[in-house]
């Protein structure tokens, strides 16, 4: 069975840092894409950052490029988050999609909150 499973939200004030980590099982996602997306209330899930399989290329939002950055590690088979300078606009829930590409969207996890304090 195929799982994306994330960790590392919680409670931090404006200006703070969080790392998310997503981690899958079942199946190897080293040859694809991986992407991060966030869902705040009352909003669509919008697109946060993506990585190619390799780790080369980097995709980010408007509205998280400078103070997000993605990054990945094959062996672990495990997708990272680094949240700096975060705003109360970046509190959501923050889920893990793979495999991801442009247009395409794979398994989701079930999300970890990530709430900013002003």
């Known amino acids: 069975q195929v799982q994306v499973v994330e960790s590392g939200g919680g409670l931090v004030e404006a200006g703070g840092s969080l790392t998310l980590s997503c981690a899958a099982s079942g199946r190897s996602f080293s040859t694809s894409g991986m992407g991060w997306f966030r869902q705040a209330p009352g909003k669509d899930r919008e697109f946060v950052a993506g990585?190619?399989?390799?780790?080369?290329?980097?995709y980010y939002a408007d509205s998280v490029e400078g103070r997000f950055t993605i990054s990945r590690d094959n062996a672990k088979n495990t997708m990272y988050l680094q949240m700096n300078s975060l705003e109360p606009e970046d509190t959501a829930v923050y889920y893990c999609n793979a495999p991801w590409t442009t247009g395409q969207l794979g398994y989701w996890g079930q999300g970890t909150q990530v709430t900013v304090s002003s």
């Open positions: 990585i190619s399989w390799s780790g080369d290329s980097t």
